[in-house]
């Protein structure tokens, strides 16, 4: 774990008290660092002694002396010039600086990263220089000698990461300042009277930075959206996506040009694509899903193999270039699942109905069509564009039910229609067999190195009202696998099918993990028991796998696997093609999920394309597409993370008389984190708060060590918490320590 904490001891020093005291001996000035820092922010003009002493506010003859005695030595070094008598120039090889990106700690210090670091530069508050979490930015670096952390300035910032901010609005008689939740927003944000909008005090607002004066303390900023009063779930929703830059519904005039768009099945256009129609279809989707994305198909050749269609939704179809329904969606890139809605990426006329491989109904699809042998060896492939008919939809549990019990009527308890019916022994058949089929796939992805990230999420039982009444845990089995495994096909064939034409596309990327990641999991870990082996690439999978399969069902299995999926390198989206590691995939592309992904729907785009004979598309053009897909979709992932966050710190807010067992999850020099075993809800305890002992914090141990008793509550530990407070606005749990498990 990497934990950026210093510590300052200043020892106690007894004075002794004389007749006088004596002026303190100043030590010998050195101000290059300083000069240099000037003379590189203004690189274009020349100053002169006098004018360097003004701007370090000096005006004693010792500190303009020794300025001028500086200027004589680095003009000497040649790090400045002297450009005419008595006036310096910044040297252009001795611009000591860096460009790189901020990262803001929540104890409103920061590290400056950039590639011209191997390990992050410190940035003390006042060297801050207004810059922000993410702003791209250029530092002065000094403080590089030997033995001496190194520091840095920011001297200019390139490019704001955001401007729009989300916080609670408190209203003065002639201003306001705005205060945020978020940890790493270490300012508020100051509002005249005049930009106010409809801002009453104590709402919920997204504000606009507009200006940061050099002596202000605060940026200025103006209201543009009320989101209404904190706390409301509707509020706190909106103020999620808000904070991301995700908006909350569509502009009215996509709206309306989606309603124009013409859905109708045209015999014309069946007439150019494949007829699936008879081919037995089906599909399995979560049971509160609604948009259905992918199909398969099941057909018996008679030369005894099987022929697997993958449907897909053809969006592409209704998503013409240009349009701006195209470019709504490139803009939004996903779809975000937030705890009680989807915000799509499409229009619901598209994304539930036109688009949506509804049961007994004509679809246009996009589809990756397998001969596949009994032993699931793939002998052809054929990838274009087809006409299905869905013959049925399976919920996973339906799907499941078949698998385990073979049995073709679906009991009541299992049935999304509310009744008992039956399933055809065609559709039994069909699902038996690519059950068994995508088994082979799976185990002979594991035996080349894939990594089996099978992540307990958390779900929440809602009320009418969006209240959470219950919590429940959405484990994947063998229907999951199914659909899993069929898909993963897909995206690797039509990736390999492309790749191997060296043609420009959109690749699925997954580097290798970085080892000093590891090496921290590896210290996690080992306070359980576990350990991974660093011999070989393929010892490393093959230990994460044995790894992820012994802690299932164990009181850590939660940190573990979210430290696990943390120590992998972020997939993302890439016309560089470097293969998928957690797959253990040379080829891996996104055809599969068009209708909340963009990435699937210019792969479909590409795809026809070089079906029709194009030549290979500009990769830059690309690339660019790439690098905006992955950073939505990582916008997205945070969104959905706060509104899980939120919707436990609000589940909780109605059970803070109960005791509840949990583990230690993280431990810090403030505190421990505790993740409650039985609903996966997360707090903290504050080092104050346990009263036993006077706990200090023990980084090697990631322990807490009592001073008089020697007790240590570390990593894993089982302890008993009760909630003290829970925060929705900073969506944050904090406990009261109880007792240690016996």
């Keep these: 774990m990497n934990c950026k904490v210093f510590c300052k001891f200043q020892p106690y020093k007894k004075r002794t008290m004389g007749k006088r005291l004596r002026k303190p001996v100043k030590k010998q000035l050195d101000f290059t660092d300083k000069i240099i820092k000037i003379l590189t922010q203004n690189s274009n003009k020349s100053f002169n002694y006098k004018q360097i002493a003004a701007k370090l506010e000096l005006d004693d003859t010792q500190s303009r002396n020794q300025i001028i005695k500086d200027l004589k030595i680095l003009a000497a070094q040649k790090k400045i010039t002297e450009s005419e008598p008595g006036k310096y120039l910044i040297v252009e090889s001795s611009k000591d600086y860096s ?8 104890r409103k210090t920061a590290y400056f990263v950039s590639p011209d670091f ?5 940035i003390p508050t006042n060297n801050l220089n207004h810059a922000l ?5 250029k530092v002065y670096v000094y403080n590089r000698r030997k033995g001496k952390r190194v520091e840095g300035e920011v001297i200019e910032i390139i490019e704001r990461k955001k401007t729009d901010f989300v916080g609670v609005i408190d209203i003065q008689k002639n201003f306001a300042f705005v205060s945020t939740a978020n940890s790493k927003m270490y300012t508020d944000i100051f509002i005249s009277k005049d930009k106010l909008g409809d801002a009453e005090n104590g709402d919920v607002v997204l504000v606009h930075i507009e200006d940061w004066p050099s002596r202000a303390d605060s940026p200025f900023g103006k209201v543009i959206k009320v989101l209404g009063k904190p706390g409301e779930h ?41 007829d699936m129609r008879d081919t037995l279809t089906f599909t399995i989707d979560p049971k509160d899903a609604k948009d259905f994305d992918d199909a398969l198909s099941f057909k018996k050749l008679e030369n005894g193999n099987y022929e697997v269609g993958i449907h897909i939704a053809d969006v592409s179809y209704y998503l013409q270039e240009g349009t701006i329904l195209d470019d709504e969606a490139y803009q939004r890139a996903t779809s975000v699942y937030l705890v009680d809605r989807v915000v799509p990426m499409l229009p619901e006329v598209l994304s539930n109905f036109a688009c949506s491989l509804r049961p007994n109904e004509e679809k246009y699809t996009f589809s990756a069509i397998f001969e596949i042998t009994e032993k699931a060896e793939v002998v052809n492939n054929w990838f274009g564009r087809t006409v299905i008919y869905s013959d049925q939809r399976f919920a996973y549990e339906e799907a499941q039910y078949i698998i385990e019990t073979k049995d073709n009527t679906i009991p009541i308890e ?3 229609t509310g009744a008992a019916y039956k399933v055809s022994d065609e559709i039994v058949n069909a699902t038996l067999k690519l059950d068994e089929l995508s088994k082979i796939f799976r185990r002979k992805r594991m035996a080349q190195g894939a990594i089996s990230f099978d992540k307990v999420e958390v779900k929440f039982n809602l009320n009418t009202n969006h209240e959470p009444i219950g919590v429940f845990f959405k484990t994947s089995k063998d229907a999951n696998h199914l659909i899993e495994e069929f898909m993963l096909l897909a995206n ?28 921290a999991l590896q210290n996690v870990i080992s306070k359980f028991g576990y350990s991974i082996n660093f011999k070989s690439k393929g010892d490393i999978s093959m230990s994460l796998n044995k790894l992820l399969n012994d802690v299932q069902g164990q009181k850590e299995q939660n940190l573990i696997d979210t430290l696990a999926i943390r120590s992998m390198s972020k997939a993302k989206y890439s016309t560089d093609n470097i293969g998928h590691y957690g797959l253990a995939f040379d080829y891996y592309s996104h055809f599969t999920s068009p209708i909340r992904r963009y990435p699937d729907v210019m792969v479909h785009r590409l795809l026809q394309f070089y079906l029709d004979g194009g030549k290979s598309v500009d990769e830059e053009t690309y690339e660019t597409k790439c690098l905006h897909s992955s950073n939505m979709e990582s916008l997205a992932t945070h969104a959905e993370r706060d509104s899980i966050k939120y919707m436990q710190v609000r589940y909780m807010q109605d059970h803070k008389d109960q005791e509840f067992l949990g583990v230690i999850s993280g431990v810090t020099e403030w505190g421990i984190f505790v993740e409650i075993i039985e609903n996966k809800c997360e707090g903290m305890v504050r ?29 894993g530990d089982e302890i008993y918490v009760k909630v003290k407070n829970a925060d929705l606005v900073k969506k944050q749990l904090d406990f009261h320590f109880i007792r240690e498990k016996e």
């Design 118 to 122: 191997e390990d992050d530069v410190f």
């Design 414 to 416: 299992t049935s999304i």
């Design 99 to 106: 460009e790189g990106e901020i990262d803001m700690t929540g």
């Design 234 to 274: 509707n509020t706190e929703i909106h103020a999620i996506l808000a904070e991301y830059g995700l908006p909350a519904e569509f502009p009215l005039e996509v709206e309306l040009y989606a309603q124009k768009i013409d859905t109708s099945i045209q015999e014309s256009e069946i007439k150019k694509r494949r």
């Design 492 to 519: 690797k064939k039509v990736a390999e099918f492309i790749g191997k034409q060296k043609k420009t596309f959109i690749y699925r990327i997954h580097d290798e993990p970085n080892e000093d990641k590891l090496i």
């Design 133 to 137: 979490d993410g702003d791209k930015v």
């Design 687 to 715: 080092i104050r708060e346990i009263k036993d002992d006077y706990y200090t914090f023990d980084e090697k141990q990631y322990a807490l060590v009592g001073a008089t008793t020697h007790n240590l509550l570390q990593l």
